[in-house]
């Protein structure tokens, strides 16, 4: 089936030492999404790319970084993981921009997420 | 920009009783609005959207929602609840631009007893 795959589903890192999660998706989607969700929370939008294209949020810390190197595969870095950055991090895909159709109308596409790494720092 | 109040932060309910989930959005634009259900230790799903067309969208697992311009509301619904239900909803609005961005509610816990 097609899907969002996020691996490893729980990752342990420790205080400062670097971390990458992975995002894959067999949807050839256009647009993937990073969120952070903390304990208790509503996600939270880090960055997402379209295509090619990186659009980070204002208020993204710098300490987090993203890479896509092709449709499929999205990373996300944390360079220096301090405490406060332990939560679930859920990445979503999407078509992107679609012209108005018959199957859909507004053009809108709906974003499907993957189950999430949780991550720990120590 | 657009933003979500979920009125309620915990929901609990019996078994086979209704509930009704409450979601306010404001904006200044037009909206797309969405309902997703998130199980412990999993990502979100999506249990049904608005776009446009018929206000009442009915969704998966015998969810439904009511889309209402005038209260800018868009509560979720189901008519009889399981144990499976159990979980974290999130309401969740979209002005439709390009990159089709969420901004989501701080979720409504469903605690369904039996």
């Given at each position: 089936d097609a899907m969002v795959i996020q691996n490893p589903r729980y990752q342990v890192t420790q205080f400062g030492k670097p971390v990458t999660l992975s995002c894959s998706q067999t949807?050839?989607?256009n647009v993937m999404y990073w969120y952070q969700q903390k304990s208790s929370q509503a996600p939270k939008l880090l960055f997402h790319y379209y295509d090619k294209d990186f659009n980070n949020e204002?208020?993204?810390?710098?300490n987090f970084q993203s890479r896509r190197p092709n449709t499929s595969f999205c990373f996300l870095d944390i360079r220096s993981p301090g405490l406060g950055d332990a939560a679930m991090y859920l990445c979503a895909t999407s078509r992107g921009y679609s012209p108005?159709?018959?199957?859909?109308p507004t053009g809108f596409e709906t974003q499907y997420f993957g189950p999430g790494t949780r991550l720990l720092v120590l | 920009a657009q933003s979500v109040t979920q009125l309620d932060s915990q929901v609990p309910v019996f078994e086979e009783a209704p509930v009704e989930l409450r979601c306010n959005y404001s904006s200044s634009v037009s909206v797309y609005l969405f309902w997703y259900v998130q199980y412990p230790n999993q990502g979100l799903q999506l249990l049904l959207k608005y776009l446009?067309?018929?206000?009442l969208v009915k969704g998966i697992n015998g969810f439904e929602a009511e889309f209402n311009k005038s209260q800018t509301s868009f509560h979720l619904r189901k008519p009889s609840v399981h144990i499976s239900d159990t979980a974290e909803y999130f309401c969740a609005v979209s002005?439709?631009?390009?990159?089709y961005k969420l901004s989501f509610g701080a979720g409504t816990t469903v605690t369904v007893r039996a």
């Open positions: 949807l050839n989607h204002a208020d993204t810390p710098d108005s159709s018959k199957e859909n | 446009s067309g018929s206000t002005d439709g631009k390009i990159d």
